[in-house]
């Protein structure tokens, strides 16, 4: 029945005794075909936490691992010159039993963001982990005892608030430019915003998916000139642009507060 299905093209043999629909998503069906699960910020993101960006699949490998293919091609083993567009994690995991057949759990894939990546995005990940809920103060225990001495200083940076990563890339780089930057601030006569430096301006996270439609643009700007009768300033940065260009947005901010600094 399988094999015929593999020939109707109905199934995908993706490895020895591992079959999957044509739908299956491409990640998983490379980790599957290599002989690993997804891992690091490929896993985060299939359980719907931040992860930075998208391309490359990670792939968490067993150290028993004996039989690895090439994540393109099930015929072929696994070389260095064959593994484009993977990253290969062989570390021990600190929770082996959770997580599901083709991937890791969550405390895993966040140990191995935070030895993968730059702090402030993993930072990003573990707090936006823990404000949807997909890992709690136990979690963040056992994460931060599973990971060496050079980590540790993230977990006092960690302000569960934050509602997404380019809230976390943006405010902890204010912070690291000096400025006083306070998130989630409920203002009167505006509302909650994402986060307002040096008590004067206010700035919002925007992006696509939160503010697709002209009813949500006209919302936001009711609300700047609201926030403007009060006395605030107001920048709404684009995800690219707070992602990719983090020091550009940080200096605008820089530059409008030094504009209106009262003598």
Avoid at 59 to 85: V, Y
């Amino acid at each position: 029945m399988l094999t015929g299905g593999v020939r109707s093209g109905v199934l995908l043999r993706v490895r020895r005794d591992h079959y999957a629909l044509p739908s299956t998503d491409l990640h998983v069906l490379r980790a599957v075909r290599v002989g690993g699960r997804l891992g690091c910020t490929t896993a985060l993101r299939a359980f719907g936490i931040f992860g930075f960006e998208g391309q490359v699949t990670h792939i968490h490998l067993p150290r028993e691992l004996s039989r690895a293919r090439s994540p393109h091609d099930r015929r072929h083993h696994l070389t260095r010159a064959n593994r484009a567009g993977t990253e290969l994690h062989w570390s021990a995991l600190l929770e082996p039993e959770a997580g599901s057949e083709v991937s890791v759990g969550v405390v895993d894939a966040l140990a191995q963001t935070v030895r993968c990546s730059p702090p402030h995005l993993a930072l990003a990940s573990i707090e936006n982990a823990l404000f949807l809920g997909k890992v709690d103060g136990s979690g963040i225990a056992d994460l931060f005892a599973g990971l060496g001495s050079e980590h540790q200083f993230l977990r006092a940076r960690i302000d569960p608030r934050s509602e997404s990563g380019q809230e976390t890339v943006l405010r902890t780089a204010l912070e690291d430019a000096g400025l006083r930057s306070e998130i989630q601030v409920l203002i009167p006569g505006v509302g909650r915003v994402d986060g307002v430096v040096e008590g004067r301006l206010i700035w919002e996270a925007d992006s696509r998916l939160a503010h697709d439609g002209w009813e949500l643009h006209v919302r936001d700007r009711d609300r700047d000139i609201d926030a403007a009768r009060l006395g605030y300033m107001s920048l709404r940065p684009a995800y690219n642009r707070t992602m990719h260009r983090t020091n550009e947005v940080v200096d605008a901010i820089r530059h409008l507060l030094d504009s209106t600094r009262r003598p």
